[in-house]
């Protein structure tokens, strides 16, 4: 079936749809029905069955006799180093590490954070909890040790599986040194910590606490996949939302497995024995599903990539990677292919590879600009395909997709809803606009298996931030609009969260930083266009009456703050003091404004802005830190 027969399928019977789906899997026992709705609007799917993740990545292809076959390929440009490991061996390392973490008491249910860099070990772990039931949450290692700290008390695990270190081109990441440091912050602490010791940099262990990733694996019984619950929660990943607080996104176990495995088959046309690759890292939401996780339900070679799209060792290394692979499906963000772009304008590192084996590019994670698409277009000669989804959704809203026979491509579109999806673009009443007309676009529910099933600790929140302002909907944060032809277009984020190099930030969150600072009165922080990174962050400081401290020693301050709190991912480098912030008569700050003076755009004075002249103050603080004309 094509993409229109299908989409029509699952709108005609969703659940003889998802049921259908569900027979890809495994099942110890299959469910009798897909959607549980009688808490709506908490839906849960596919609750009553019984299942393992574990299995239906691991152990049932060894079963089936693809022991041998290559799982998980680790490909570090950055160690200089590349190897393979059996779908077999993988089923090894999995129930060992299980039965250690089992011998330490880790049961079904139990919190383990996942501290770690681009390392196979990182997957074997994700899928020993899974194995036991035990609940991962793997954060990622450009946060700072505050960071890991609220996630440790919010989450509150038994065991911490960390590594010593992680590398990143210029300089290694001390990784044993932040989680020591994030521990201490924390109240809650966790019984046991396992640490991974890399060649790079070996850790000193705290004894008591400590374990070695080996020793503590050494003569221990492996475990076999725990039978569990439909709706038992499959992982918890913390993204950014409007406060400095992080939401806690939780999967349920069923619904992820039945989601992902259909999407490889429909949207990547990936099936058992290909060869994928997603060059994210395992910290974010296309880690989890498209390194680990749904490559590995599909039966097919994932890679853990340990390095960048450029200057490890060149441009090249994406094309030289996909050659040596030969990788069928591609998935990256825009910002890598902008980046491999200004150093290759020409695509002369791309010629010099034999890329016979891509069918297909995808991008996601911010929206993939028109430039970026045909550029790449133009020199892999492949379809580049555009897709949109978030942290929440864990798998496509929109996209073009593969195996159901693609559709024509659009630049600047993610394209179509998938089934399961019924994309609405409303009005502030929650009236939906014509084609064409730009608002908020929301997501009709129940939303389909494998996305959120509620938010760890914070269940009311749920409500709060994505359902309660437009009744019957998920609000999904962002604007846009369809096409006369139904091919949507995401065009900015309705909250405050901005996106810097595919990596999801809240300027909130960066505000209480600055906030918090002693010379700091008032502050705001805003996203700017930037061509590399999509957007970064730019501080303002109002500074409290009386401060005489040297203006570039509080902004230097109010940087290694953000580094230290938020961690050198949020990319915060430029900040300027003003006497005031423009704001409309009610007091809000005109962020929107702000952040169009600093990207040069025309904008319309806003109606309600209290003193229009401080939108001088703004445009000659901005053009003293170089924005707009410099970029
Ligand atoms: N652990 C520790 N630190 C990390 C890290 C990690 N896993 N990832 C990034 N950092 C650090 C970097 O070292 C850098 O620190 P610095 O300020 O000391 O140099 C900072 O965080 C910003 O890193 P990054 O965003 O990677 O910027 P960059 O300038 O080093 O590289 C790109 C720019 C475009 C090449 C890079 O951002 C990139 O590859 N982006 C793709 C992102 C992606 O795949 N996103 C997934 C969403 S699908
Ligand atoms: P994350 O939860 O980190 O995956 O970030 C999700 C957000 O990134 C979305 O809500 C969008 O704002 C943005 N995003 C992701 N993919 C796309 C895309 N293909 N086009 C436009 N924006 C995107």
Known sequence: MQYRETYQAWKTDPEAFWMQAAQAIDWVRPPTKALFDEDAPRYEWFSDGVVNTCWNAVDRHVEAGRGAQIAIHHESPVTHSTKGITYKD??????????????????????????????????????????????????????????????????????????????EPAHIVHYKP????????????PDFCVIFQREQEVAKLVEGRDLSWHGFQYGVEPVDCVPLAGNHPAYILYTSGTTGRPKGVVRDTAGHLVALQWSMKHIYNIEAGDRFWAASDVGWVVGHSYICYAPLFAGATTVVFE??????????????????????????????????????????????????????????????????????????????????????????????????????????????????????????GGNAV?????????????????TL???????????????????????????????????????????????????????????????????VAECAVIGVND?????????????????????????????????????????????????????TRSGKILRATMAQIADGTPFKMPATIDDPAILDEIEKALAAIGWPAAR
Request: glycine share 10%.
């Open 90 to 167: 993988l089923q090894t390392r999995v129930a060992t590490l299980a039965g250690a973490l089992r011998a330490q008491g880790i049961v079904q249910g139990d919190r383990v954070i996942i501290y770690m860099p681009m390392i196979p070990e990182a997957l074997v772990a994700m899928l020993a909890c899974a194995r036991l039931g035990a609940v991962h949450s793997v954060v990622f290692g450009g946060f700072a040790a505050a960071e890991l700290a609220v996630r440790i008390d919010d989450c509150t695990p038994k065991a911490i599986l960390a590594a010593s270190c992680g590398l």
């Open 307 to 428: 390095g960048k799209p450029v200057g490890t060792p060149h441009p090249g290394v994406f094309w030289r990677t996909i050659q040596n692979l030969r990788i069928k499906s591609f998935f990256t963000a825009p910002t890598a292919i902008r980046a491999i772009k200004r150093q290759d304008p020409t695509g002369e590192w791309i010629r010099r590879y034999k890329l016979h084996d891509l069918q297909a590019l995808f991008l996601a994670g911010e929206r993939a600009d028109p430039a970026t698409v045909d550029w790449a277009q133009e020199h892999l000669g492949v379809p580049v395909i555009d897709h949109w989804w978030q942290t929440e959704t864990g798998w496509a809203i929109a996209a073009n997709p593969l195996g159901l026979g693609a559709l024509p491509i659009k630049p600047g579109s993610p394209s179509v809803p998938m089934p399961g999806y019924e994309v609405a673009v409303l009005d502030e």
């Open 434 to 450: 014509p084609a064409g007309t730009l608002g908020a676009i929301a997501l009709k529910l129940p939303l389909p298996p494998g």
């Open 453 to 519: 099933a509620t938010l760890w600790n914070a269940a009311e929140r749920l409500e709060q931030s994505y359902l309660a302002r437009f009744p019957g909907y998920y609000e999904t944060g962002d604007a846009g609009y369809v096409d006369a032809d139904g091919y949507l277009y995401i065009m900015s984020r309705t909250d405050d969260v901005i996106n810097v190099a595919g990596h999801r930030l809240s300027t909130g969150a960066m505000e209480e930083v600055l906030a918090s600072h002693g010379d």
């Open 531 to 583: 061509p590399i990174k999509g957007q970064v962050p730019v501080g303002f400081l109002c500074l409290n009456s009386g401060s005489t401290r040297p203006h570039e020693q509080i902004i230097d301050e109010c940087i290694c703050m953000m580094r230290d709190k938020i961690g050198p991912v949020a990319a915060f480098k430029a900040a300027c003091v003003v006497d005031r912030l423009p704001k």
């Open 178 to 189: 932040l989680l020591d440091d994030a521990i201490e912050r924390a109240v809650h602490k």
